[in-house]
Each structure stands twice: as structure tokens, then as C-alpha cells.
């Protein structure tokens, strides 16, 4: 080499030049990737937004029908306290044979079953019977319907044994008892939909910051351009840093466009933290998920596996993320595991910032744990990178 | 079978034939793009009959209406009396045909055997179990599977991947067999292992073949043939009367300073080739003498050795006929000035013609000692040594498999060798920096061009990617698209490129930051034949004129003729290096002159020649072609030979050897010697 040595100002714009160069190329191919395109408008617009509107865990018009085997007054007026908005009653049946097809075929959700001589018995003060048969293939909602059921006939017995001992209900206020005084904090209506569509969002940035940098990479692979880029005189980190540069701006756009548009528009989701911090983590984060997306890109010959590859990787991740169950209900193994999927922290980080207006004093040992596992996930597709070709 | 025709010796007179196929009209189109335009086409009974041209000729799309399995938008196809014009019609006429997709393999079942795909077949076909017995065991043994039986289809080799698809394509007896490139990607050595066995197999059965190509040089294998260029026919008929088309003489001839003579015949001649030292021209319409002379009077003062007239080759023809009906795309001819431009980062240090066999050390621009490189148990490169002199053409010739790819992949520093050692520009690339990087362009198999990005986007890309200054890059535009001739289309996104225009932007790509030393990874395959000649033109002119080295693969036979220097590779070893001329010379000292003999009965001479004992005795359509040291003397005793069984010889004629006579006589050589020694 018989040219002299590029100053040190000549090399830092040749490098710059170069990552401007590759940015604006992942750009361009991205927006003309149609399909792709409007699989992230989806995802980040209408996907949220059905998420938070449609999915719900409360027990909600569960559908009941009911054996009424007395038709007395006290069996009408248990009956009826199954209401709106927890229970629907569907209508009354013959037989319990008839309850338990419909259970089978799941008509219906729960079937109320009120013996003869009902309210002959209450009125002796004997014992009395009443069963409820729950359909709790959903464990969340068949826990819920029979908490309430049990509820109501609860109060309802108790209400008929103090009126037959001649008090009114109202003795209950005046005995002696501990009030419950509990404060709903972060989300005093206690709205799924805020809930729900924060945690969808999430889902769908981890989703994209592992999928977007595999598919540009896996795509090079396939078309066969990944050769020129390693003939050239580029870095490893040069060929992929510009692509994680590209896919992370496009996902913090996306990010903006579900946070202000969906969340605080629609479901009026209050961001109660800093917007700077929320969106400082997402870059953290997104940006070292990406680490996990190159690394499927190395192991993936062609598109198709780098899809395969990632819901393989992607579906674990979500549950384990923490946003369904809490890691104190998780068997000690799998809360071990927790540990190494990014999206519990960047969920516990998240959900800290914009339900609860946490700040970096709070959520410090998520940011740090986000640090810890993407960037050791980013090394190792840096590392396997260069030896994929062998 | 009902109508099988048995090919008649003499020729088949036209009252005799029966048709077989008829074509009339024929449109097919995908899109707005019409892939087939206005085609006639009719098959005789018992001939083979060729559809050749370049990728994207529209074949496949003929041949996969006629097997049934596509729609076409106008037109007739009528098979044996019966029209397909629905898939009910279809399935009528499929029990008598016979179909093999094109790619190798492609249609068989990687991890069934050998004998489980033939059944399978079968099974399919409802072939009775002792008749599949009897067939089974014949076909085997005429393709030579039969050792291979219980391995599966996956661990063959292309060529008997190829055989395995012909045997499962007869299996069920058909009258008519429809291969599409069979031959695509197949060693020289099995090629012709491959069209003996299947003319064989025809003429014994009498059934009738259409076979596409995109060789050239395999033209001569057919009865009568369509030549397609994009989507239209441009000629049919016997390979002769096509070759009549366009009467004329190919002059070879060495000339000193090439280059200036290259640029005083294309003044006057559309067809001016070179090949490695050798310039090649096309001269219509005179005959040898006059054509030797009208060279010579274009190229007065210029020293002019070995001049030589030749009958023209069917790709002259073509050319020529594309030139006729002006299809070559008119962009303008490459650029007489230098190609790296005024501002060359690095000297140029070559002078042209300074390829002197005892070349200094420093000479050396690529060199590989020993170079291994294995996959796992699979060897693709076996100790392969060679060098390349700056400012050479240097070409690695070999079939799908030979491990071309992978040697060119260690150099530019891709793949890590498992042995041995390689070095470009003097420095050893598995520790090659930024600096060598520099030096170097690429060029891979699949034209490595960003398919959804324009043609400038994909410059200004590599520019960039090269740390090319703005002003630099506004340059380098310019050039590239000036040398490549793609004014015109700087805003079409590269994937909708002609191949030919989308290669010559790849090669504009590898050349933005002015290499010294080019690696070009298969650059012309699925190319037509204009567009190879041009790219030729480019790289002859950056060897010669800017003294860049150029190392490139090919599996083109006749391709190969352009470089200075080949290595041929079989089976990841280097079989023969030397220049085109002297790898020629080498055979005519060893094996002999080839000599052709037409004849009235060419199955039956064959086979008398070959109990004669003559080498390399192969049937080319009416032409047997065979080697022999002593020209003079093989005449006689073929004319002896033949005399005694009465067949009259109308022609002997000596040919050129062609480089896939060399590369089969080479391989087969190393084949016996291999045998010798486990013996």
C-alpha cells in the first residue's frame, strides 16, 4: 500500500458515509416492502385497538340457566339477583340432564339449580341446597362466576336467616366488623382496555425488533447481496448495525403513532410518567432485541424459517414476559427463565412509566436488566455472524 | 403402441411423417408481459426435436402447455389428434407422454432411493408389476443406475439425478417425452453420457422427444429445431437450413496490437469477438477466401499471424439473425476511453500483452497453493494450485458442483479454507484487511443487485459502501452508466431489468470503486448470446486497457474460449490449466483430430465405427463425430469400413476441437487413471 494514512477526521466521514449509505438503503427497501408495510400499520393502529377493546377479563354477561324446581317467592328472588353486568339468564329448564348438555356444548356457562321445597325449608329454618355447575374451561372467567354466585347465595342465605330471626338486613351496617377500605391505585375504574392495549403494544414492539433486523438480514442471505457487503470493506457491525439504526426508527415511529393515537386518544390511557424515559427504554430495548433477530437471521436460510424461527422464540418470550402471570405464580424454574426474556423487563419498565408514573429511581433494575440480556443476545448474532458462511 | 413410428435411416421424407404434435398460433402471457407470441410448431413422429434459445425465450412456457400443466391465452395445442384446450382434454393425452420439469432433479424425491422413486412413478402411472419388473431392470441397466439402486436421489450426482429423471419419465412407455433442460448445469462428461443413452433409448422405442436448451453447441443433436428469443421464433428447421440462413465465414486470426484491431473491425463488421489472444470475426455472405481477404484489407498495418477461415457456429447465426431484426438493444458501445476515468486511485502498472510465461513474483495478482475446503464429509475443493498473472482473464471451468463457487469464495476472502493457502494482490486473505477489500471487486452468482432498488439508488449504494466522496460518486454514476450502456433505465428498479442489462449493472457495481483485481462468479449464466458478447467486450477491454486482473467461472464450454487462461475443475480438482489454444494443441497431440463423417445411414455407420475402434465415436444428429492422430490414414479406414457395408459417405471433414471435447477426454482420462490405480 503505497498511499499515505487517512487522517483520523477523513476516516470518521468515510465511516459515517457509509452507515448513511446502508441506513438509507434499509429504508427505502422497507417502504417499498408493501406487504410488510401494511402488516406494520396493522399492528401498530388497528391490532392495539382491538386488543384493547375487545379482549377483557371480567366476567361479563356469563349466560345462565336456571332449574327452578320451587317457583316459590325466595327461588324468584335468588334468581334474580343473578344480574347484569357479571350474569345473563338465558331461561329456565326442566331438568339438570338438559343443564349439563348444554354445559357440554358450552350454550351456556353456568347452570343454577334451586331444589324443591326451597323456600318451605328457609322459612323452618332447615337446610337447604342450592347448586351452581360452572363451566371453568376459561380458569379466569369460571373462577370469577363462581366467586360471585357464591357471593349472592351467600348474602342471599345470610338475608333470609337474620329476617327469620326477625332483623332487618340493615343489622349488618350496625354489627361490629372490620370495614374494608381498599384504594384502587393506577387504574381506579380498573379499565382492561388500558391495561390491555399497553401490554399489546409492547408485545407488538418486542415482535418487530426481533422480526424487521432478521428479515433485512435473512433477505440479503437469500438474494445473495450479503457476499457483496462481506467482500466490501466493512465491519460485521457496519453490515448490521445500519439495519438495526433503520428498523428501530421505524419502530419508535410506530410507537408514537399506537401511544398518541390509540392509547391516549381512544382508551385515554393517562401517561403518567416521562414520555423522554419511556421512549429512551424502548430505543434500549428495541435495539437490543434486535441482537436476538440477527441472531435467528444466522441460523435462518430464507425468509420462511426467519418466521418460523420467530415465533418459536417470540411465544415463549410472551409468557414469560410477566404481563399475564406474576413471577411469584410461576413455578420456580420458569421464574428462572423469566429472567432471561427482555420483554419482562421492558413490560415491568413500561407498565412502571405509563401506568403508574414511575421514574428511573424505580424502574433502574429493569433498564439494567434489559442492558444485561439484549446486549449479551446482540453479541452473540454479532459473533455468529461472521461464521455462518463456514 | 398404436402409432409408434420407427425412424427411418434415410432420413424421414416429409410424406411419411406423422404428426405428433401440432402448434398453431400459440400466445401465452403473464401479465401485461407476453412470454410466448404467435407460435407454429409441428412435431413428426420419431424425431427429436430442439427448442434452444437464451433464458426467458419462452420456452417452458411451450413446453408446460403441452404437458398440460399450464393455461395459454390463444391459440391451438393439439396433441395425438386431440385438442388440450381443458384440463378433462389434458388428462386425456397425459398416459401418452412423458414430462421432466426443468432443474436437476426436480421432479424426483431427494430422500426416496433410486428403484422407490422408479416405482413411485409407476404406481402412478398404474404400470402392472411385471411389466415395471422387465422395464425397470432394462432402463437401469442401459443408464448404469442399477449399481446405484438403494441410494437415495439426493446423494447422486447431477448427471445421474438427470438419468433418474429420464428413467421415471419412460417408465410408463409414452409415445411422446417432453424434457425441459435437461442438459442445464450437467457436466460436459455426463451431457454427452446423458444425449447417447437418450437418442438410444428414442430410436429403439420410436418415440418422439421435444427438448428444450440453452446451449448452442447442442443444436446439432436435434432433427429439427425452433430457435426462440423472446417469446418469438426466429427460425426452424434442420439444424443445416438454419445455419443456411445466414451464409457466411468465420475468420480467426492473431493480431498485433489487438485492441486497435478489434476496434478497425467493428468499424466494418457487426460480429468481432476475442478470444484470449485470438480475435474472431463473422464475415457474411463471402466465402472462406473472400472473407480471409476482406479481414486482412480491413486490418492493413496491423500485423496479422495465423488467419484462418471456419464454417460459422449456430450462436453467429443467431446473432446475426437478432442483428436482422435489430433485438439487440441499442444502447451505445462501450466506451473507447480508458473505463477507470482520469481519476485512478492506483497506478496502472501492466502493460497489455506482457502475459510472459516467466512472470515476476510480484506479477502475481491471485494465487492459490493447495487450497482445501470441506463441508463436512463433502470435499467441494480438493488441493487446488494455480496463479493468475496480472491483467489476465483467468477462467475456472466446470459443471454445477465442481466447486468453482467455493474456490472464488476463498479467495475474496468469503469462506475460510480448511487447508492449503490462497493469496490475492500478495496478501493472504484469510487476514485480509480493509486496504485489500479495497482492491478487489466481486461479482456473485445471483448478480448480488438489490432487486427493489433503482438501478442509481444501487450505485450510489456502492459508492457509498466504498467511502466514495459525493463528488466521486456523481462521477462514478456517470461512468457506470455510460459503460454499461443503461441510460435510459436509471430509475427502473433492478429486479424488472432485462438479465442481460441487470449483469452489466451488477458488473458496474463491482467495478465503482476501481478494482484491481475482479472476481466474476458465474456472470454470464441465463444470458443471451448478444448480451454475452457485450459483456465479453467489457471485461476484454478492462484486462487489456486498464490491466485489471479478471478471475471468472463459466460453465459454458464454448464461453471459456475468451479467457487467456483456464483451469478446468471436476469434482473440486483442477484437471488441466493452460491456455484455450494450448489445452487444444495438448489434445490434438494425445487424442487426435476430430473428424466428422456424414453419412446416409449415420446408426448404422455408428456402430461400425465403433467396432473399428476409433475414440470418442458419438452420433450428432447425422454427423458422426470421432477422434483420430492420423487424419489421412482414419479417412481411408473409414471409408474402408463403411464401403464394406455399403453405406455411402458423403462427407469427411476435419473440425476444430471445441473445449468440451477437451474437458470430456481430460475427465475421462483421470477416470481411468483413478481406476488403475484401485485395480
Known sequence: MNHSIPSVDHRVSVWCRKLYVLTIKEFLQLFRDIILMVFIVYAFTLDIYLAGSGVSLQLNQASTVVIDNDHSAASRELIHRFRPPYFHLDKEIASGRKGIAQLDKGDEMMVLDIPPRFQ???????????????????????????????????????????????????????????????????NPNQQDSWFMSVTEMLTIISLFAILLPAAAMAREKEKGTVEQLLVSPLTPFQIMFPKVLAMTLVILAGTAVSLFGV?????????????????????????????????????????????MLTILVFAPMIFLSGAWTPPEAMPVWMRFLMGLSPLHYFTDACLGILLKGAGMSIIWDSVAGIMVVGGAAFCLGLWRFTRQFD | MGCAAVVKESGRSPKAAVSVARISGFVKKYRQNVAVRNLDLEIHAGEIYGLIGPDGAGKSSLIKAMAGVLSFDQGTVNLFGTNIDSEKSAEIVKPRIGFMPQGLG????????????????????????????????????????????????????????QKLGLVCTLIHEPELIILDEPTTGVDPVSRRDFWSILTDLLREQGITALISTAYMDEATRFHRMSL?????????????????????????????????????????????????????VFVENKLPNAAVQAVVAALDGIGIKDIQPAAPELEDVFVALLHQRHLTDDAPDCPQDSLSGPAALQPVTLKPESLNPDALESDIAIKAEALTKNFGDFCAVDKISFCVRQGEIFGLLGANGAGKTTAIKILNGILTPTSGYGQVAGVDMRCAGKDIKNRIGYMSQLFSLYQDLTVVENIRLYSGIYGLSRRETRERIAWVIHMAGLSGYEK??????????????????????????????????????????????????????DGVTIMLTTHYMSESEHCDRLALMYAGRIVADASPLEMKEALKNDAGHLLSVLTGQPLVALKQLEKSGFDGVALFSKRIHLLSKDPGAAEKTI?????????????????????????????????????GLEA
Open chain 1, 120 to 186: 318451605e325449608k328457609l322459612l323452618n329454618g332447615e337446610q337447604t341446597t342450592v347448586q351452581m355447575q360452572v363451566d371453568t374451561t376459561n380458569t379466569v372467567l369460571g373462577l370469577l362466576a363462581t366467586s360471585y354466585g357464591e357471593n349472592i347465595v351467600g348474602r342471599f342465605g345470610l338475608e333470609a336467616g337474620l329476617s327469620r330471626a326477625g332483623l332487618s338486613s340493615d343489622v349488618l351496617n350496625t354489627a361490629p366488623n372490620i370495614v374494608d377500605a381498599h384504594r384502587i391505585w393506577f
Open chain 1, 263 to 307: 392509547l391516549e386518544l381512544i382508551f385515554h390511557v393517562p401517561v403518567q410518567g416521562s414520555l423522554a424515559l419511556f421512549f429512551a427504554v424502548t430505543t434500549l430495548y428495541i435495539f437490543t432485541s434486535a441482537g436476538i433477530g440477527l441472531f435467528i437471521a444466522t441460523i435462518a436460510r430464507n425468509l420462511a424459517q426467519v418466521g
Open chain 2, 106 to 161: 426436480l421432479n424426483l424425491y431427494p430422500n426416496l432411493s433410486v428403484e422407490e422413486n422408479i416405482n413411485f412413478f409407476a404406481s402412478l402411472r398404474l404400470v402392472p408389476a411385471d411389466e415395471l419388473a422387465r422395464r425397470k431392470q432394462k432402463l437401469l441397466s442401459v443408464t448404469r443406475l442399477d449399481r446405484f439402486k438403494d441410494r437415495p436421489m439426493k446423494n447422486l450426482s447431477g448427471g445421474m439425478k
Open chain 2, 228 to 280: 426462440m428469443f423472446e417469446g418469438e421464433v426466429m427460425a426452424k428447421g434442420e439444424p443445416d437450413d438454419i445455419l443456411n440462413l445466414v451464409p457466411g465465414t468465420v475468420v480467426s486470426l492473431h493480431a498485433d496490437p489487438q485492441a486497435r484491431a478489434v476496434s478497425r473491425l467493428k468499424e466494418q463488421f457487426l460480429q468481432v469477438e476475442s478470444l484470449g489472444s485470438t480475435l474472431r
Open chain 2, 492 to 545: 427502473k428498479l433492478a429486479g424488472r431489468l432485462p438479465m442481460g442489462v441487470g449483469q452489466r449493472l451488477a458488473l458496474g457495481c463491482a467495478l465503482v470503486h476501481r478494482p484491481r483485481i475482479l472476481f466474476l462468479d458465474e456472470p454470464t449464466s441465463g444470458v443471451d448470446p448478444v448480451g454475452r458478447r457485450r459483456f465479453w467486450d467489457i471485461l476484454f477491454k478492462l484486462s487489456r486497457e
Open chain 2, 639 to 675: 471409408r474402408s469400413v463403411l464401403g464394406r457395408g455399403r453405406i455411402d459417405v458423403v462427407d469427411i471433414a476435419e473440425r476444430p476441437l471445441s473445449m468440451e471435447d477437451v474437458f470430456v477426454y481430460r475427465v475421462l482420462e483421470l477416470e481411468k487413471g483413478e481406476k
